[in-house]
């Protein structure tokens, strides 16, 4: 088993999957996207086939194909490529779980299994557990977005005891709003050398006094850079320079979260004045 490997932190960009005009991959711009995300936004962790990812969505070979060129593409350029392997079937799960492992990824992410739902704590480790198993050598992360799933079973519930279970077990996603779960899981589970990532960029400077060690994200794959910013000045303690950058960002997500379905970008229009969000003119500091 490789563990215990490097600890997943800091922020992991879930990865959007490039289509062409007639909705096949665009496989050609996976190699690109990496270097923008290492050079332009200081990004060097990804999560594929997530929400973001439209991993759901895809059939099962095209889940294989994309983790397969991340991996590739990113080989000693990205620290760590998790791959999202949930699905309705266990058997697709395990089959993309065995997958990750050949391929060389370095961790899998497993949702709640979202139609047929597990009723109970139990019933869900057991899924995963039974996931886990087809990948003993690759770190586990739960990925709970009860938003999405409709599995409001509790993290913190979820946490009790999983390392007896799985094993491999290394940490958790977190895709939700409930800081009271997510405080619970950290503060319940300090012996431990958990992974907590949060999942809502918006509010990432709240997760991070909690006790977040990291994030994965939509928006971390173009505002990385301003992220890791207000990363730096939280580690440093200077929390109204934190609290300046989180302000610009969520600035930038309300602009998109009210625009909804008008988001809309012609080849010669910025879809919002960026520049004027992001830049140090309006970052009163
Ligand atoms: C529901 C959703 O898509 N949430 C995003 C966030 O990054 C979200 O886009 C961001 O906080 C803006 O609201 C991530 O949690 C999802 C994610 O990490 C993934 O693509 O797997």
Redesign the pocket.
């Known amino acids: 088993m490789a563990f215990p490997k490097k600890k997943l932190q800091g922020l992991v960009a879930?990865t959007i999957t490039p289509m062409t005009e007639n909705g096949e991959i665009n496989f050609s711009v996976i190699g690109q996207y990496v270097d923008y995300l290492v050079k332009e936004q200081g990004v060097k962790n990804i999560?594929v086939n997530?929400?973001?990812?439209e991993g759901l969505s895809l059939s099962i070979s095209e889940r294989r194909q994309v983790a397969e060129e991340w991996v590739t593409k990113g080989k000693d350029k990205l620290d760590q490529v998790v791959i999202?392997v949930g699905a309705l079937s266990l058997k697709e799960s395990q089959e993309l779980a065995q997958h990750a492992a050949e391929i060389g990824a370095d961790g899998i992410a497993v949702i709640a299994p979202f139609f047929l739902k597990p009723w109970t704590k139990d019933i869900l480790i057991n899924f995963l557990k039974e996931v886990a198993a087809a990948a003993p050598a690759l770190p586990f992360y739960y990925?709970h977005?009860p938003a999405?799933t409709g599995v409001k079973i509790r993290a913190e519930e979820l946490l009790d005891g999983i390392q007896d279970k799985i094993p491999t077990f290394q940490g958790l996603?977190f895709?939700d709003t409930d800081l009271l779960d997510f405080g619970q899981c950290v503060d319940q589970n300090r012996q431990q050398q958990f992974a907590f990532l949060f999942?809502?960029?918006?509010q990432l400077l709240s997760a991070l006094v909690m006790g977040a060690t990291g994030a994965?994200?939509?928006?971390y794959n173009y505002l990385g850079k301003k992220t890791n910013q207000m990363l730096e000045a939280f580690e440093r303690k200077d929390l109204s320079l934190a609290l300046n950058y989180q302000f610009c960002i969520q600035r930038f997500?309300n602009f998109v979260v009210k625009l909804g379905k008008k988001l809309k970008v012609s080849k010669n229009q910025r879809a919002l004045p960026l520049e004027d969000c992001l830049s140090h003119r309006t970052l009163n500091y």
């Open positions: 879930a999560f997530g929400t973001t990812g999202h990925y977005i999405l996603k895709s999942g809502v960029d918006e994965v994200g939509s928006t997500i």
